[in-house]
């Protein structure tokens, strides 16, 4: 996989490999405009979306970005007509199956965030199977928020804290940003340093509300199909032109 994509295979000569982020986190959005621009049916731009996927994973690897984690279905997705809902579920679970192999070869560890007990069943076997079998991979901590909603992983966290505290083992003076981090779905991963939507939209859509308090945002008007290589090349370009101030004076003050 890793050399499978000629095009910017190594990383491009004008970004700074000390200062790449750690993390990138994506929302990918404009699938149905996509499918709609070509005269196809929205679900058309999820299939496509996957390869756009498989690409922006392959080329983290190749270009040394440790983490990637990126929404596929949030809470309120659910909202949608149940045959787009199914469509993707089922993609789901296909792609999941199809690319293990390739996923262990590559050295990807999968890690799936969100309320999956809501999921299939089948597809809950599916993650289970793929998170257990990557546990030991190394090159990339690849992410996938599936019925995943910021405020519902805020909540849960909320009651798992207060059943410890109900049971005697926690004091609710010891409670602080550890703790609570302690019981969010992305616990031990570090937090997203760049945040990339496509297809334009300047919101959150409730992705990582906790974790993404200093993201760097980065929004393109590009579609998620489209978003390829060089459209990441961009962005990563955008974002060493920023600075991270995290509260502190600028350096130009
Ligand atoms: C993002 O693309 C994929 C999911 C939310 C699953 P959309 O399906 O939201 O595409 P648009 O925004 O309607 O174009
Ligand atoms: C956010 O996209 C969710 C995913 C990409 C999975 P949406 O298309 O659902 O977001 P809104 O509805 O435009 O805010
Ligand atoms: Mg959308």
Redesign the pocket.
Known sequence: MVNSSPVLATLPPDLDSDRLPKHVAA??????????RQGMP?VM??RR?VDALKDLLRCCKDWGIPALTV????TE?WR?PSH?VDF?MTLFEQVLRREMAEMMAENIRIRFVGNLEALPRSLQAEIARSMAETQQNQDVEFTIATNYGGRQEIVQACRAIAHQVKAGKLDPDDIDENIFEQHLYTWGLSHPDLLIR??G?MRISNFLLWQMAYAEIYVTNT??PDFDREQFHQALLDYQQRERRFGKVGKVL
């Open positions: 929302i990918m959005d404009g699938n149905g405009r996509w499918a709609r929205r731009g999820h979306g929404y596929a279905f949030s997705n949608r787009e993707l496509t297809s939209e579609t998620w």
